[in-house]
């Protein structure tokens, strides 16, 4: 079963770090994905803001999942390289939507993008991922 059906089956359930952070997918399918994260107070850094890895990660989620939308079962991906741009910080609390699409697929590597926003301010965007991923011959582990 391909990630992309296991998650319509299961949900967050399908993939354990979606568990631990609570992220919930919203939509995935033809090279686009969006997931979505209430921020917890287990999240900040010491001066109260959320963690920049947390954007990231979020972030670098919703791309993964848009990719897998559109390789074929038997291929797997791997993050290459990937630049984040934070724009403004939350606290505790704030409702979080990432929304990522595929830019270009290659032979081996395909890029993609996605942005980090406020789930009732998509307007307000508060990271943006670039990233390659290198497609594998393999698909889950």
Known sequence: MSYPEEMRKKGKDANPFFCLMGIEPVYFGDGKAALSMTTRPDMLNGVGWLQGGVYFALIDES????????????????????????????????????????????????????????????????????????ITGCGKK
């Open 63 to 134: 791309m993964a999942l848009a990719i897998c939308t559109i390789i074929d079962d038997d291929q797997g991906i791997a993050t290459i390289s990937a630049t984040t741009d934070y724009y403004k910080g939350v606290g505790a609390g704030a409702e979080l939507v990432a929304e990522a699409h595929v830019v270009k697929r290659g032979h081996k590597i395909i890029f993609a993008e996605g942005v980090a926003h406020l789930k009732d301010s998509p307007e307000t965007i508060l990271a943006k991922t670039s990233a390659s991923f290198l």
